[in-house]
T-cell receptor, first 117, second 120 residues
Framework: AQTVTQSQPEMSVQEAETVTLSCTYDTSENNYYLFWYKQPPSRQMILVIRQEAYKQQNATENRFSVNFQKAAKSFSLKISDSQLGDTAMYFCAFMKGSNFGNEKLTFGTGTRLTIIP | NAGVTQTPKFQVLKTGQSMTLQCAQDMNHEYMSWYRQDPGMGLRLIHYSVGAGITDQGEVPNGYNVSRSTTEDFPLRLLSAAPSQTSVYFC???????????????????FGPGTRLTVL
């Protein structure tokens, strides 16, 4: 079974600053995907960024980037130039890879991020 | 496309009552699943389905039933609600790998807006 750990229940940062959210995971799988989801107060789950385990290059999406350390089983999210709209709960998630499809996500407990004006 | 829809948005039940949370998607996705979100616990998988007529248990299936008679719908049934089932429930759907809409490997899961359920 896989586990995902987010050790920072809450974080806050000034607007326009950079913030890094931590995530570690445990798995014996070699083929998997890692994700960061954003959940604003509206409750909607929004996919922020995805990383394939077989890719060495860290994924980036505009102001969002990850630091994927496969050997250390670490997957942190960096938000640059933070904006008020980034205020949300952020979840790290794991999915085992399979050609037969195993679209089950295992989530961490979340980090509540507040951007301070 | 409406995407993934869930009804109701809010519901209050008394212990022992039954109800069905509805989930529908119009994207012709093969995979559908139900998660519950509790404070400090993240989202946990309740049940999932890889196609019409096929369902399986997730991490926390006790107290919940599901069926999948059509591709579009995946209702979640609480037969006898308990206070421990107070939670926010999310439905999600995605393509299956290698299908007409799905790629081999990863296919993005789309989440509904959630149902907040309170059991008194």
């Amino acid at each position: 079974a896989q586990t995902v750990t987010q050790s920072q229940p809450e974080m806050s940062v000034q607007e326009a600053e950079t913030v890094t959210l931590s995530c570690t995971y445990d798995t014996s799988e070699n083929n998997y995907y890692l994700f960061w989801y954003k959940q604003p107060p509206s409750r909607q789950m929004i996919l922020v960024i995805r990383q394939e385990a077989y890719k060495q290059q860290n994924a980036t999406e505009n102001r969002f980037s990850v630091n994927f350390q496969k050997a250390a089983k670490s997957f942190s999210l960096k938000i640059s130039d933070s904006q008020l709209g980034d205020t949300a709960m952020y979840f790290c998630a794991f999915m085992k890879g399979s050609n037969f499809g195993n679209e089950k996500l295992t989530f961490g407990t979340g980090t509540r991020l507040t951007i301070i004006p | 496309n409406a995407g993934v829809t869930q009804t109701p948005k809010f519901q209050v039940l008394k212990t022992g009552q039954s109800m069905t949370l509805q989930c529908a998607q119009d994207m012709n996705h093969e995979y559908m699943s139900w998660y519950r979100q509790d404070p400090g616990m993240g989202l946990r998988l309740i049940h999932y389905s890889v196609g019409a007529g096929i369902t399986d248990q997730g991490e926390v299936p006790n107290g919940y039933n599901v069926s999948r008679s059509t591709t579009e719908d995946f209702p979640l049934r609480l037969l006898s609600a308990a206070p421990s089932q107070t939670s926010v429930y999310f439905c999600a759907s995605s393509y299956a790998p290698g299908t007409s809409g799905g790629r081999w490997g990863y296919n993005e899961q789309f989440f509904g807006p959630g149902t907040r359920l309170t059991v008194l």
